[in-house]
């Protein structure tokens, strides 16, 4: 019983994740806007997600363990996301590539995915637990 809600659940658990990944990225790029040569970075949900759902870690850097004693080397990375630099819009003096208006959006329209997301899961618990009630 256990394993068939985790089958059913998994994938709004790694759309979950992800989206919590992107968010915590883009609340770095807007804490980070007024710091010198900072580099506003990104993941592109769509082929995270593809490449967390086929089990591939193409963003993810892998390293060997020579001894009991090392640490796994897998980072923040956890769904081979690949973090990628921003495109820089308008050249600030500072070298500073973050653009206030794309971060407030793409927060924005992260936070409300996120929102979905959760939405479907509560309809999805929902639809159980009615089926569990036998109405």
Known sequence: MIDRLDRELHFHQLTLGIRAQRQELLASNIAN????????RDIDFRSTLENAISGRADGALAMSRTSAGHLDGEG???FGA???YRTEH??????NTVDMDVERG?????AIQI???LTFV???FR???AAIQGQ
């Open 76 to 78: 923040g990375n956890r």
């Open 106 to 110: 793409a927060f924005a329209e992260n």
């Open 90 to 95: 308008q050249s600030a003096v500072d070298g």
């Open 115 to 117: 929102e979905a997301a």
């Open 82 to 84: 690949a973090v990628s």
């Open 127 to 129: 639809h159980m637990q």
């Open 33 to 40: 806007a007024d710091t010198p040569h900072y580099k506003a």
């Open 122 to 124: 509560r309809e999805k």
